[in-house]
């Protein structure tokens, strides 16, 4: 069905150039897929640049959703997705043309610039949902937790509630009101979130990280539990919501539930995606830490992660990889790793390249030390980045490892007095942790004895 071109509008009301009705009415679908997390966001996107294959937001959208994958295996189709894009950008409108420049700057590795662009594009266009996603995504994976409240919150005003898209807004806010710790802000926004569209799994997601940092675990238990088939039309970030219901079992003791959510649900499809690497290798990395036998779990993600050195998609993904390849003890290919790290930092001009000399390297170091039993060394070099390693990107509860690490560190270091220091903290943080409680107490009964 053919309009004129540029009366055509999208669902929040912005013209869009294409002529198409129907290019437009699959766009709305491929935009709402990609809030959902369907695993018909790709799909749906292609039938739209089908209709209309002149379309510059389809094509940018279709860069968008392979930036989105965090690997350097698709960049060069996030590329492509740009010139198609680019070459229609004479005839954009200039809010297109925005969303094009912020994808040239984050396929060449500028994230800040494109976070940049998209804050000037919701200046002029509050209601743009992709801008507003893009950004929020891209402040997550570079640890920006005010912003990661402060875009959402910046527009807010301005959508009205019956507006398609009000719900993930809620949604986003919920999460950066949850990451910048106001807790009872982000939980209200959350639960109205869900309640607007219980398809959002981001809003369901920050309810959970609510209930996560407060230590809530039978009401997490409660939140997410569903059936194994619950979410299967979604994409792998379905495997996360699994994966923070298998941390709720694993903080109530709950440790063969822990291992069937692992088999079933967190790990049961040979993913590489990297969520579903980082999910497998955080999970099995708590349980071992707390003397819970995974068995020979660890083998297929060492196997993957040997596979990957050299795409710097994600540095929080490297840190993942390390962890299987030390865990199974492939000090070989967790050097390449290092060297392959080294590199990148050296040679790379894009914003990760700093985040990885900084951060990524101390941290990775930190994890190979510790299991090769250098535990003084892992101490060293996971020291000086607590409370201090947000720029790696991910949430507070993900990132948690990295302390569960440091404080096992010190301990088999024979730290103690830092040993309690890391824990006393903990408790003050999280008062209802009853392992960290636990630990603390015993930790400062073994100091009393020795003083």
Known sequence: MKGRRGDVKDAQGYPLTTSSQDAALLYGVAQQNLLEYRLATMQSIKDTIQADPHFAMAHCLRGYQFMMYGSFSVLNNAKSALRAAAAEA???????????????????????????????????????????????????????????????????????????????????????????????????????????????????????????????????????????????????????????????????????????LYDRSVRNDGSTFYLDIQNAASLLARLELLGIDVGSRWAQLADFAEQSIGD????????????????????????????????????????????????????????????????PGAVDEFAPLHNNDAPIGASHAQRDIIDQYLIEATRRASNLPRTRMLLAERVALRPRNKAAVERHMDVTRQIYRTA
């Open 90 to 260: 004479a005839g954009a409108t200039e809010r297109e043309r925005m969303h094009i420049e912020a994808l040239r700057a984050w396929t060449e590795g500028r994230t800040g610039k494109a976070i940049t662009v998209w804050e000037q594009l919701l200046s002029a266009y509050p209601l743009d949902i992709v801008a507003l996603r893009m950004h929020h995504f891209n402040c997550f994976w570079t640890g920006r937790q005010h912003s990661l409240r402060g875009g959402a919150a910046s527009v807010l005003d301005r959508w009205p509630q019956e507006m398609p898209g009000y719900g993930n807004v809620l949604g986003m806010l919920a999460f950066g009101y949850e990451e910048c710790g106001q807790y009872r802000e982000a939980e209200r926004f959350g639960r109205l979130a869900v309640q607007h569209n219980p398809n959002d799994l981001w809003a369901l997601h920050a309810v959970a990280h609510v209930l996560e940092m407060e230590d809530r675990q039978q009401e997490g238990i409660d939140w997410l539990t569903r059936p194994e088939n619950h979410w299967s039309d979604r994409n792998p970030f379905k495997g996360h919501l699994w994966w923070h219901l298998a941390l709720f079992h694993l903080e109530s003791g709950h440790y063969e539930q822990v291992l069937d």
């Open 312 to 375: 710097h998609g994600l540095i929080f993904t490297d840190l993942h990889y390390m962890m299987a390849l030390a865990k199974e003890h492939r000090f070989e290919a967790a050097e390449r790793l290092l060297a392959s790290m080294e590199d990148f930092a050296a040679q790379d001009s894009g914003d990760s390249a700093a985040v990885v000399r900084a951060i990524g390297l101390p941290l990775c170091r930190g994890i190979l030390r510790f299991e090769q039993g250098d535990y």
